[in-house]
Each structure stands twice: as C-alpha cells, then as structure tokens.
C-alpha cells in the first residue's frame, strides 16, 4: 500500500521512533509545531477517523494512553499538552493513516485555526 505512514511501520522510512508495541508506533513530527511534536499511529492503516468501528475501541484507547506515556517521558505532561486528530480535508488532515498529534512545550491558544 502506497502509505506514507505503513511504510515508517514497515521501516521503508526511517523514524525517529519514541516508543513501539505490538499495536501502536509513537515518533517525532517531521516538521514540528511545538517544541515537542510527536505523532502516535496505529501499526494497522486505517485511513480516517470515519474508518473506525467498534472492534478498534482497544487500539484507539491505547493510542491516548500512549499519548499520556510518551508525554511523561519527554517530560511535557506537567506543563501540558494538546492532543488532535485531523479528519479529511476541512480538519487539516494530510496523511490518511490515522494518527494522534501530541504537541506540548510552549502554551497552547484556543481556539486552533
Ligand atoms: P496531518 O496533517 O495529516 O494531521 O498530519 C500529518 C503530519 O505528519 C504532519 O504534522 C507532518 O509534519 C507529518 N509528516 C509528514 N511526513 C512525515 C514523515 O515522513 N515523517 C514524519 N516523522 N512525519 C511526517
Ligand atoms: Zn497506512
């Protein structure tokens, strides 16, 4: 599959990878938004948010909880962070391969543009 996203879970592209298991991938944002800009993305493509159904609530919880993990570890979970999912073209999304922005290290404004 012509993914951009399949191809760093396939290690065609390299990473700068924060965390892997067997479900999901964390890794730095190419072009970073904040200080720090991580993504967190499913191993499995699923191309949008629309995609989803009820068998992918466990991978869907485990990439916030590693949203929350990899925050603690880069040491931006007290300070704060933003967590967002862009959906199709209106909701900024460029990459169809779901995946979670985490972006912490500077104050975020409200609301995103
Ligand atoms: P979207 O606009 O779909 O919500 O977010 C896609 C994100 O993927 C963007 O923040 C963009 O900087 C990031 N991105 C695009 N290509 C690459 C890449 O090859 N490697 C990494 N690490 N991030 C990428
Ligand atoms: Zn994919």
Not at 16 to 28: R, S
Not at 60 to 77: F, R
Request: glycine share 8%; hydrophobic share 40%.
């Amino acid at each position: 599959m012509d993914c951009l996203f399949c191809k760093i879970v396939n290690g065609d592209i390299p990473a700068h990878v924060l965390f892997e298991d067997g479900d999901v991938i964390a890794f730095e944002d190419i072009m970073p938004q904040a200080p720090s800009h991580f993504l967190v993305i499913p191993r499995r493509h699923i191309s949008t948010l629309n995609d989803l159904t009820d068998a992918d609530a466990n991978v869907v919880g485990k990439l916030q909880i590693t949203a929350a993990k990899v925050a603690k570890q880069k040491g931006i979970a007290d300070s704060g962070y933003r967590v967002v999912m862009n959906c199709n073209e209106a909701g900024g999304q460029t990459v169809y391969h779901i995946h979670m922005h985490v972006l912490g290290g500077r104050a975020m404004t409200w609301p995103p543009g």
